[in-house]
């Protein structure tokens, strides 16, 4: 099987978003010699980051568009499947700003927490606006979620309105 991930919030160091995507990675290299990874990634100044993988079925593609085109390009026109990018993949899982359309993927999104739907006064416009934006396609389109924790589930669920069946939690890692 081929498993895209896009790891393009590593950009962001120190984060959990991105220390949660960075051991997710890294832990599924040390336990899958099976499938084959194609990891997305993409930021116009910063260099692609370190992982700690040994395992060759692991491949970074990287490019050098800054965020703001890639959330205009997938959350707000939805257009250029991301297979357009990485080529044909199994599976695709999305991470936290952007949520591109897939032709034959399934897709999985990772739901860190849901704090600009549940306190949009103290959050920037532009992430409450980028958020909804995604979560809007990640609802129509995403075939499973994993949620950080047993809350972002529930929240999910009060929320969102996702079906229970559809969130599996995955909790961070050490």
């Known amino acids: ?7 393009s919030q590593l950009a962001f160091e ?13 832990s599924l290299a040390l ?7 194609i990891l997305f990634y993409s930021s ?13 079925n692991f491949k970074i593609k990287a490019f050098k568009f800054p965020p703001t085109f890639l959330e205009r390009l997938w959350n707000k026109f939805h257009l250029f499947p991301i297979e357009n990018f990485i080529g044909d993949v199994d599976v ?7 949520e591109p ?5 399934k897709k999985v999104t990772i739901l860190y927490d849901l704090i600009a739907y549940k306190y949009p006064a103290e959050t920037h416009p532009r992430i409450v606006e980028v958020q909804k934006r995604k979560i809007s396609w990640a609802k129509n389109e995403t075939d499973k979620f ?3 924790s047993q809350s972002a589930k529930s929240d999910a669920i009060d929320i969102l ?3 229970k069946s559809k969130i599996e939690v995955i909790y961070p890692g050490i």
């Open 1 to 7: 099987m081929k498993i895209g991930i896009d790891i």
């Open 92 to 98: 695709f899982i999305t991470s936290d700003w952007v």
């Open 161 to 163: 309105g996702i079906d």
């Open 31 to 37: 336990v899958d010699k099976k499938n084959d990874y």
């Open 146 to 148: 994993f949620a950080i």
């Open 14 to 26: 120190r984060t959990g978003v991105a220390n949660y995507l960075k051991k997710l990675v890294e």
């Open 101 to 105: 359309p897939a032709k034959n993927a």
């Open 44 to 56: 116009l100044r910063r260099p692609v980051p370190v992982l700690d993988i040994k395992n060759p």
